[in-house]
């Protein structure tokens, strides 16, 4: 079983370089999210999408960007990375805004910049 | 705006015996819910289990156990019969609204079972 799916899952960027994460997930789940987990907090929200699309910030959008062009994928986008954005970044996805147990988390993706 | 503190940087409990992490929010919000997460050394998240605020009976998942007392804004996670697998950083986390789909996350529990 699949599920959510982060790539790449490790990643070393020089200060100013771009990358994109990419999240799958093969559920058919509408909503999508990106987040970042540094030492000592739990997660913030970046970005999240409410379906194919669209999408809209979260908490500490800045410094990202982020698309869904596809409903199983969301892109999270560094333009220009800076240390500050050294973190682990948790995609999730889930297939309504009401409930409980429906939010699914990727394994995460190591990004540290130098 | 939503807030949840978790003021256990680190818990220590015996084999066998049960722990309860403490977990407070804040929210102006009638209708929420609450989730606990568990994240081992490997780094995935975990869900656990969840809270929503007009729920009346408190949440079981087989040894997980949610304390929720609305009135004083608090969802204790209860863990019983510790096992060594339980070692790991334990997430309160709590949605808004069915419109809102920010989750705000605690800072996280570290627990760590002794032998």
């Known amino acids: 079983n699949a599920g959510v799916t982060q790539t790449p899952k490790f990643r070393v960027l020089k200060t100013g370089q771009s990358m994109t994460l990419l999240c799958a997930q093969d559920?058919?789940?509408?909503?999508m999210y990106w987040y970042r987990q540094d030492p000592g907090m739990g997660l913030r929200l970046i970005h999240y999408?409410?379906?194919?699309?669209?999408?809209a910030k979260g908490e500490v959008p800045d410094g990202y960007n982020v698309s869904r062009l596809k409903k199983q994928n969301f892109l999270l986008g560094l333009e220009s990375a800076a240390p500050s954005q050294t973190s682990v970044y948790f995609c999730?996805?889930?297939?309504?805004?009401?409930?409980?147990?429906?939010?699914?988390f990727g394994e995460g993706s190591w990004l540290t910049v130098v | 705006a939503q807030k949840i503190t978790q003021t256990q940087p680190g818990m220590f409990v015996q084999e066998k015996e049960a722990v309860t992490l403490d977990c407070t929010y804040d929210?102006?919000?009638?209708?929420?819910?609450l989730f606990w997460y568990k994240q081992p050394s490997s780094g995935e998240m975990i869900f656990l289990i969840y809270?929503?605020?007009?729920?009346?009976q408190n949440a079981t998942e087989g040894r997980y156990s949610l304390n929720f007392q609305k009135a004083r804004k608090s969802a204790n996670l209860v863990i019983s019969a510790s096992q060594l697998g339980d070692s790991a950083m334990y997430f309160c986390?709590?949605?808004?609204?069915?419109?809102?789909?920010?989750?705000?996350f605690g800072a996280g529990t570290r627990l760590t079972v002794k032998p």
């Open positions: 929210t102006s919000d009638q209708s929420y819910g």
């Open positions: 559920m058919n789940h509408e909503y």
């Open positions: 986390a709590m949605r808004g609204p069915w419109n809102n789909n920010d989750m705000r």
């Open positions: 999408s409410v379906g194919e699309g669209t999408t």
């Open positions: 999730a996805s889930s297939y309504t805004a009401r409930g409980g147990n429906t939010i699914y």
């Open positions: 809270q929503g605020s007009y729920d009346e």
